[in-house]
């Protein structure tokens, strides 16, 4: 019984089958040691968090040839077997007090890399138990996101949203060689994308880099790099990641 297995039997749910493939494949293995290596390798310019350079020279170099789930994607990480047990207990232990949170069921298995709590799960209507299970995020205000209908659509999600959409030269993605670490993700990825996910990626990851300089409310700006035209994001998003039309309604602590 791997780990995965234990903790479908413990808390008796299944976890997606794709879920199981990105398991048995390796996916889910961040190395030994592993840090919050999405805060950035490279010390921020406000030296605010230093990178983890023992992960970087030791474990690093190993899974770049082949990057694991969303290796490059800032402020996200996979939880491990033993993390997963700590976050069950919580979310589904405290988020109970709520009655329409008695019908649904929460399975963490990532969470952001910031000070504040906030978690990726995957989430179980309990009247449907055959229904494949929501992605949504949980903020430690209380706010639920959901952010895909499955697991394969939220792959799809990351690898645009939070992968090329919005970024900065201090972007973990951005660390050696950009376009051999979007080539790299992708060829890893592309085996639990729909053809037509893959295609799509493919195409936008071959793009040069647009700076954009946005103006802000409070009277100052900032800038960022994306490969993405103006407003094309939602329009991918709204196809390749469509949201369910009926949601149910959760409240958190």
């Known amino acids: 019984m791997n780990p995965l297995q234990h903790i479908e039997q413990t808390y008796n749910f299944q976890y997606p089958k794709l879920y199981h493939q990105l398991y048995e494949d390796g996916m889910l293995n961040m190395?030994?040691?592993?840090?919050?290596?999405?805060?950035?390798?490279?010390?921020?310019?406000?030296?605010?968090?230093?990178?983890?350079?023992?992960?970087?020279?030791?474990?690093?170099?190993k899974l770049k040839e082949n990057p694991p789930l969303f290796l490059y994607v800032d402020w996200f990480q996979v939880l491990t077997p033993s993390q997963l047990a700590k976050e069950f207990e919580f979310l589904n232990q405290h988020l109970t007090q709520?009655?329409?949170?008695?019908?649904?069921?929460?399975?963490?298995?990532?969470?952001?890399?910031?000070?504040?709590?906030?978690?990726?799960c995957f989430c179980y209507d309990k009247e449907k138990p055959t229904q494949?299970?929501?992605?949504?995020?949980?903020?430690?205000?209380?706010?639920?996101?959901?952010?895909s209908r499955n697991l394969q659509n939220f792959i799809f999600y990351q690898l645009i949203k939070?992968?090329?959409?919005?970024?900065?030269?201090?972007?973990?993605?951005?660390?050696?060689?950009?376009?051999?670490?979007?080539?790299?993700?992708?060829?890893?990825?592309?085996?639990?994308l729909t053809e037509e996910q893959a295609e799509v990626l493919e195409d936008i990851y071959k793009?040069?880099?647009?700076?954009?300089t946005r103006k802000l409310t409070s009277g100052g700006c900032y800038t960022f790099l994306t490969l993405l035209h103006e407003g094309e994001k939602e329009t991918l998003l709204n196809k390749y990641n469509p949201l369910p039309k009926e949601t149910i309604l959760l409240k958190t602590l």
Request: glycine share 4%; charged share 30%.
């Open 31 to 61: 190395g030994a040691k592993y840090p919050y290596h999405s805060y950035c390798p490279m010390e921020y310019k406000n030296g605010d968090r230093l990178p983890n350079k023992e992960w970087l020279e030791q474990e690093y170099p």
């Open 98 to 120: 709520y009655p329409q949170n008695r019908k649904v069921f929460f399975a963490p298995f990532a969470r952001a890399v910031v000070d504040d709590y906030m978690v990726y």
């Open 132 to 147: 494949e299970p929501s992605v949504v995020f949980i903020r430690e205000d209380g706010e639920v996101d959901i952010l």
């Open 162 to 192: 939070r992968l090329v959409a919005h970024f900065h030269d201090i972007s973990f993605i951005c660390y050696g060689d950009f376009y051999e670490n979007l080539r790299q993700t992708l060829r890893t990825h592309c085996p639990y």
């Open 207 to 212: 793009r040069e880099i647009k700076e954009y």
